[in-house]
């Protein structure tokens, strides 16, 4: 490899770490300023030996994924309600916010959404108001649906960000 290809290559990792750091830094002090905590405790305990009670959006934000299969076609669908009185934020890594895969009798898989879609590279978040929901749907149809629709019998989402109400195992459903 050249010398001046190399300083290049260098160049190139060395702007990227430095957008990083500053983005995450601006992250921080955004979260700072609003009075977010920015580190979590662990393994806290109360006094008499009694774990504190965990106080989360866990059980007031759904997530329900839903599947319909049709002739030519499979609509999935995943909707997030956010059912407390404050906004719940999503942080993303990159532009994927969700990934779905289809899983035959025995749940093996047979298709996942995001297997031929590339993603743009970036710190981003969703925002979900108080008492509102957030529903993305896609429909897989053509060639890739006609090889599979006989085995179908479960779909499974994630949600790719950090929240304290996501299950990182992912959710399924039965397909109807």
Not at 36 to 60: C, D, H, M
Not at 90 to 106: C, K, M, P, T, W
Not at 149 to 176: P, Q, S
């Amino acid at each position: 490899m050249k010398k001046g290809t190399l300083g290049i290559i260098l160049a190139v990792v060395i702007l990227f770490a430095g957008f990083y750091y500053f983005a995450q830094a601006s992250l921080n002090t955004k979260a700072e300023e609003s009075g977010k905590k920015i580190t979590r405790e662990t393994n806290t305990k109360q006094k008499l030996g009694k774990q504190p009670k965990k106080k989360t959006a866990s059980k007031k934000v759904t997530v329900k994924p839903k599947a319909v299969k049709k002739d030519d076609s499979i609509e999935m669908k995943i909707t997030i309600k956010n059912n407390t009185k404050k906004d719940v934020t999503i942080e993303h890594s990159s532009g994927q916010v969700f990934d779905i895969q289809l899983l035959d009798a025995n749940k093996n898989l047979l298709y996942t959404w995001s297997a031929d879609k590339s993603f743009i590279q970036m710190l981003s978040t969703t925002e979900i108001k108080a008492g509102k929901s957030l529903s993305y749907k896609e429909v897989l149809s053509g060639e890739v649906y006609e090889n599979i629709k006989d085995k179908v019998v479960y779909m499974k989402v994630y949600l790719t960000g950090t929240a304290d109400f996501i299950n990182a195992d992912g959710y399924i459903v039965k397909v109807k």
